[in-house]
């Protein structure tokens, strides 16, 4: 049960912005930046960055519907192997050099170096790509912590989590998400 009176049928992140529509905007607009875009970064590129730092934050919610929506773009298997925290899979060097960076920013800002910033660069990728990577990861522990700290609704039905990635993906993104 949500630590805070919340609508019961909305899970996570939308029973909160349910709750309180003024902070849904600009977060549903941070995340429709950050997640939509295919600058630098793909959308399936930027999904999956999300869907390892909520599964390094153990976010449940959070980790299965970027993960949802990441496997729209990428192999399921994948996916979960990512969201196991297994970064040596089939993906390239340049996605692994930024989830490590992701990883890094997960544990704290200080803990992102140099030569990861390196490592990625020597990998190709762009500055861009590096600077929207930490956002992605420094958003998602916040998104993360505002989940988890108000104890939201998480189903377990995976089928649920692949109807409403559907969504984002096909209709709504996520500024124009209503939470209901």
Known sequence: MAHINLPEQLPGIRGLMAFRPQTATPLNALAEVLLRSDEG????????I???????NDCFFCQNIHGAVAAHYFDEE?????????IEVEISDKMKALLAIAGAVQQGGKFVRET???QAKNQGASDIEIHDT?????????????????NTFAPD??????????????ETGYA???PR
């Open 176 to 178: 124009g998400s209503s």
């Open 157 to 170: 039905a995976p089928e649920m989590y692949r109807e409403r990635a559907k969504k984002i993906i096909e």
């Open 116 to 118: 990861q910033i390196e």
């Open 134 to 150: 930490v956002l992605i990861a420094a958003a998602f522990c916040m998104f993360n912590r505002y989940v988890d700290s108000l």
């Open 41 to 48: 970064l793909n959308k399936g590129e930027r999904e999956l």
């Open 78 to 86: 994948l996916v979960k192997k990512i969201r196991a925290n297994n």
């Open 50 to 56: 999300a869907t390892y730092v909520s599964a390094l």
